[in-house]
DNA sequence: TTGAAAGCGCTACCAC
DNA sequence: GTGGTAGCGCTTTCAA
């Protein structure tokens, strides 16, 4: 750099930071004496460039402190690399792996993360019209929405996935764990324990992942002429555990000797209260099951016995599957199942 | 609508659709035979248009399935109404509610999060420049940035808030947890529960939050003359708290009666190893405190003693700060410390 | 390889 | 209250 260019680029520098202005691609150009064009190449990757270019610019812009506006970027490209995760505050709190890995396998392909989080599961109508406002190149939903609300995606043609859970009547991408063969196997394994008198914990009544694990259960239940079942709702909180133990035996005198829960946390809950509450032996005496593999499951204290979702490949194949379709809106919708990993733990 | 105008309304509808193209203000404009800078300020919350007008608008643009481009929006406001959270795995892990907290709070105020998440807390550099290059607003952080690093925001006139960290050589805004405080505090408590052979358990090397905690631990146990402490390097996780108890006892021959935990999470891993691999009655042979007001802290196999962080309270302060200098960014740094609350338990 | 010019969709300012 | 016009910062033709 001679001393008059670098000269020039302080003046530059100089009234930027005067205007208390960011530098923009002109601004660069103007210092280095090139053209516009020739800065914004100098930022895309292969692009045709000379060396010399190349580095006067780096140059030039690593003292004025240029960075490309992404934002501006989106408008010309109509791609704004960031996609909209909407997920259930249930969801998170209780299984925050999902979020890290989905950061993490996004992150990866330099793509960020716009993060909505739902209050109640029936809470996404207001947020979709805000994800379509910002542009995402598409949407991971760990959330039920209304076939009306899936449709309004699929005719925006904003590519998504959706996350443990999937609808029959929309034709749509999904990764799953297979909830219903998952809660079929425990059901298997409490009868094999000699279990006799089942009861159910569920999810809120608005979770369809609840739903559909609480039908494998009754389904398999049902099959194996078990048909005097205690079903009680609960919200996924390690206190309606507690309390949906507490209430089914003390107020609607229900003895069970088997519990199914509609996750792990209730099922901790549910352990808590029946050696602390009622001082059963677990599982001598009550037999208790979740589903998830949440962290807490596998302490010492607990050592439940549950259905393991294998989240690092559902995120993996989820992040997959949504940016496939970005790259290449045409391809069909594509489902992706995974079998949950059978837990033994010592509940059972 | 007359009939002619709704045709061509339909007309125009109908020709997106064949391009494939989303509806713009122009679009819109088109339709409905206004201009566009009409369709722009019926969008525009207190914008100064006709009722007619404005009904008129919202009817085509809800034909047209018209949002404004919030991207094109930011252009030129130079505003994204998105700020960026940089928070580490171990956060979000360990203490969910945050993220869930403060997305509740932004959007509430119409604010989207940008969600950076770092394997480790020394992983910032990478996610700084594209956290300037997506031109959020604001940044909350929930990691340990250098000093360098943040004067890098410091300089480039990005507000932010530093989340239970702060700098003592360059002005910040913070929310804290008063960590020190809580330490000695928990130290008082175990001195007067007689205990008398005190061990620490830290977080890892590069958190400063366990670094903090630690240090008050450690200030308040000299000043009462107690130095002979054992100090054993943990990673805040379950496992690590489990085989930092065990490896001191039976590798360091170190037997002690308190054990000062840097989170609770690590807390808990201890107990379990306590009760399970040394057949400890907690807290009768041994206290085990911990730090934050986990979730599971609260579980009846645990009622782990610990002090709680006013989580809500703080998370609030944050997007507060946060958004006032936003606003106006000529506000100097304010930093916010709240006491935790002493939680008993039943592990002291 | 380089530069000029158009334009992504919007807001803001200005006349009227 | 309404419409015309400029321009946010960038990528992308198209000539040179």
Redesign the pocket.
Known sequence: MTKSQDKHVLYVKEELAQNN??A???DVARAAG?????V??C??PGA???E??RKRVQEVATVLG?Q??AI??S????RSNMVAVVINNDTNLYYPELLVELSRDFNERGVHMLLFTLEHESDVANILDQVWQYQVDGVILAAQLSDTQLSFLGQRDIPFVYYNRTSDSIPCSSVQCDHFEGERLLVDKLIAAKRKRFCIITGPSDSSVSATRMQGALKRLHELDISDVQIIEGDYSYHSGQESLISMIDELDWQPDAVICANDIMALGCIDAARNHFKFKVPKQISIVGFDGAVPASWQAYQLTTVTQPLELMAQAAVDILMQRIEDPSLPPEKRSFSGVFSPGNTL
């Open positions: 202005q960011r923009t691609s002109y090139v053209s516009q064009s020739a914004s190449r930022f895309k045709s460039v000379s010399k270019m240029y490309p506006n501006a970027r408008l010309i490209t109509r």
